[in-house]
């Protein structure tokens, strides 16, 4: 026997729905259709930010504000779909960050998670649990949770990277800190390239007990990354969507290097034609060497070194790579929060 039908009174259901409201309540079949979805919806938009245009304003911002007095001298690359809330994507963050020769950025720690990816100069270092590195283009460098870090410029030349965090995750689950140093430099104990030599030759200190879920291992050197990135050339099988891809990994676990975000470097030979790809996870790409295009849906997106753009959720997209050289991403996402949680989805073609 069918269940009666209530007559369908508009007026009568207004109201019941004021009345509700007073007592922060509504009805769930009002907004049912708009938060579950057949799809993933997203206010991201497919974007580049240019090199080009983005190094002039770091220098111009280098002459307004000191690097101590901004504690974080950043352009922070915001999504155009999500302007004012300080997000690349929905979950992550992303800026430039800008060291002049002879700068300080003074000591803090947070609850966020930070990552580092090296685009224009040398010598300048970061401090990450009492050791300095000094950082290249290319390099990849954590900053784990709740970890004292500072970065100086002893160089002479500017220092320029991609800052990637997970704050809006964070700030999802109302579990942001943050504490300054009590000196603007950390006092570093440990000889420079330690933890490269302990921890980055697949192997590891037989009493080592890992204290968090994320890398012991701070800084991934461009340099092996390439070489690697080239054996797989020589030796490897193509894949159809991303050519050469790495995951960079905990090296003690085989994990994610860090729980919130996963980051990528791959290589795409030159006139790669890719076929069209998409997943769950917003993907933030950087350029380190070649030029080609990303469509993204209906847009275009030209790229060239040391340009950053974004693919967003469950957009597909596909590569189209110059003839004159191979190309080299470095990328990063949401997909190890996503896959713990079970959510993650990807899709060819």
Not at 219 to 233: G, N, Q, S
């Amino acid at each position: 026997m069918n269940a009666p039908q209530p007559a369908c009174n508009i007026a009568d259901r207004e109201s019941f729905y004021k009345k509700i409201d007073g007592a922060s309540m509504t009805p769930l079949w009002e907004v049912l259709h708009g938060i579950v979805t057949p799809f993933p919806q997203t206010p991201c938009l497919p974007h580049v930010w240019k090199w080009a245009t983005s190094y002039p304003w770091l220098l111009e911002a280098g002459g307004l504000i000191s690097a101590k007095e901004a504690e974080r001298r950043v352009l922070v690359l915001e999504n155009p779909g999500l302007r004012g809330q300080t997000r690349i994507t929905h979950s992550l963050y992303a800026g430039l960050q800008l060291i002049l020769p002879g700068e300080v950025a003074p000591a803090h720690r947070h609850s966020q998670s930070a990552l580092r990816f090296i685009l224009s100069g040398s010598g300048a270092y970061t401090a990450v649990q009492g050791e300095k590195v000094a950082m290249n283009v290319g390099d990849f460098v954590i900053t784990p949770s709740w970890t004292f870090h500072d970065h100086g410029n002893p160089s002479d030349e500017p220092m320029v990277w991609l800052d990637g965090l997970d704050l809006a995750i964070v700030e999802l689950f109302d579990a942001q800190f943050m504490e300054r140093g009590s000196e603007d430099s950390q006092q570093t104990s440990i000889e420079a390239g330690t933890n490269l030599a302990v921890f980055g030759n697949t192997m590891k200190p037989v009493e080592y007990k890992p204290r968090s879920r994320t890398s012991p291992l701070f800084w991934y050197p461009y340099e092996r990354t390439r070489e690697a990135l080239e054996t797989m050339l020589q030796h490897g099988t193509e894949h159809e969507c991303w050519g050469y891809k790495l995951q960079y990994t905990n090296p003690v676990t085989g994990e994610w290097a860090m729980p919130t975000m996963g980051q990528f470097m791959q290589l795409m030979p030159k006139g790669f034609k890719g076929r069209p790809y998409r997943s769950t996870d917003s993907t933030i790409y950087v350029v380190v060497e070649g030029s080609g295009r990303c469509v993204v849906g209906d847009t275009v997106l030209r790229f060239e070194p040391k340009d950053v753009f974004i693919c967003p959720s469950w957009m597909p997209y596909r590569f189209e790579i110059d003839a004159a050289d191979d190309v080299v991403l470095f990328s990063y996402s949401d997909r190890p929060a996503q896959q713990a949680l079970d959510l993650w989805r990807d899709q060819i073609g």
